[in-house]
């Protein structure tokens, strides 16, 4: 006799998903400001302009959306006024705190 095995289907975790509002999102960058990891604040701004939608980030940032792609990339080294821009098109807004 053959057992019959079910293989579990996983999907591949997207924060994305989960970023759908603005609290959800503060508390999300909040926590990634914390890392005070430059990487992966482009990937929580990545995650972030996904959620929202890269076309109308890109255009609410002033930028193309290829080059907010290559923007918020892995590794990608953009410009603080970029990342400052993209900030504002997500509804971000950066604040600073005694450490």
Excluded: H
């Amino acid at each position: 006799m053959s057992k019959l095995q079910t293989k579990a289907k996983l999907i591949q975790f997207d924060a994305a998903r989960y970023l759908g509002s603005e609290e959800a999102i503060a508390e999300y960058m909040t926590a990634v400001l914390e890392t005070e990891d430059p990487d992966l604040l482009l990937v929580a701004l990545n995650d972030i302009a996904r959620a929202k939608g890269m076309a109308l980030v890109a255009k609410e940032a002033g930028l193309g959306r290829e080059s907010l792609y290559k923007a918020l990339a892995p590794g990608a080294k953009p410009r603080f006024d970029t990342v400052l821009r993209v900030a504002r098109a997500l509804g971000v807004k950066f604040t600073a705190r005694a450490a």
